[in-house]
């Protein structure tokens, strides 16, 4: 069974409300052909009602780029899944690279923003990635199966059909390195087989992985060559409509 695929743009902490919905805009006329495939749009959360309004109707995912547990209360500086809802936002990306590794997130923590997205009905994509150290020294397996367990502790099967897996290598994040199709198609196999093992054959099959770092369009078509590798996470790439373009235009 082939997954559908989904291309996703994270656009960090770019954008304000002008240049976000231009972009938006631009994203969902590129988009206008294309049934075959999915595409998310994750922008700061000042601008996802924005964004939400550019792309209504047109069949464009809008995401947050992180999600907190809780419905409201006192957590100063936090979204909760219910406010990302209420801006036209279907989806939280959680346990970015750079949250685990500039905000100091930990696997506990990206596991209680996790259960308590989804269970508020939004779709996680889980972020994981090893960084060149961890890569260099063989560790690259381990890391990364401590990521999905502990970042998946207590989510149930039946939860999994809203989970998607981000396989984003930290040495390969805004630094023009892309993993290679072998090395990217590698990690994909093991976390399915991992994802089996967690839950079932039929849920790891049905898992979308996503590959991010460095995505481009000179390199998007080898990428979804692979048999594991069922979309992208694209950065800065996400941030030039037409470039998106491409990438979402794969073959
Ligand atoms: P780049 O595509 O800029 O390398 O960023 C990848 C990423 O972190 C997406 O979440």
Redesign the pocket.
Request: aromatic fraction near 0%; proline fraction near 0%.
């Given at each position: 069974m082939k997954r559908r695929s989904l291309i996703?743009g994270?656009w960090?902490m770019h954008t304000t409300a002008g240049d976000a919905r231009d972009l938006a805009l631009a994203v969902a006329t590129i988009c206008s052909d294309i049934k075959d495939r999915d595409v998310l749009l994750a922008p700061p959360f000042t601008v996802l009602a924005d964004v939400a309004d550019s792309v209504e109707n047109t069949g464009i995912l809008v995401a947050g780029q992180n999600v907190c547990w809780e419905e409201k209360g006192a957590f100063t500086g936090e979204i909760s899944p219910v406010m990302i809802k209420a801006a036209g936002g279907a989806a939280a990306?959680v346990g970015?690279?750079?949250r685990r590794q500039i905000f100091l997130e930990t696997d506990e923590l990206i596991n209680r923003r996790v259960s308590g997205g989804l269970s508020f009905g939004l779709t996680i994509i889980l972020?994981v990635g090893e960084t060149l150290e961890e890569r260099e020294d063989g560790e690259a397996f381990t890391v990364l199966e401590k990521q999905v367990r502990r970042g998946l502790a207590g989510v149930h099967a039946a939860d999994m059909a809203k989970v998607v897996i981000?396989y984003?290598p930290v040495w390969?994040?805004?630094?023009?390195r892309t993993a290679s199709k072998e090395q990217a198609q590698e990690i994909h196999a093991f976390l399915r087989r991992l994802i089996a093992e967690l839950y079932e054959k039929d849920i790891a099959a049905q898992t979308r992985i996503l590959y991010?770092?460095?995505?481009?369009p000179t390199n998007i078509d080898e990428l979804m060559a692979q048999p594991d590798i069922d979309g992208a996470?694209?950065?800065?790439?996400?941030l030039d409509a037409e470039i998106f373009g491409r990438i979402i235009a794969f073959k």
């Open positions: 996703a994270n960090k990306i970015h690279s750079e972020c981000a984003e390969a994040i805004g630094t023009g991010g770092g460095s995505v481009k996470l694209v950065g800065g790439a996400a």
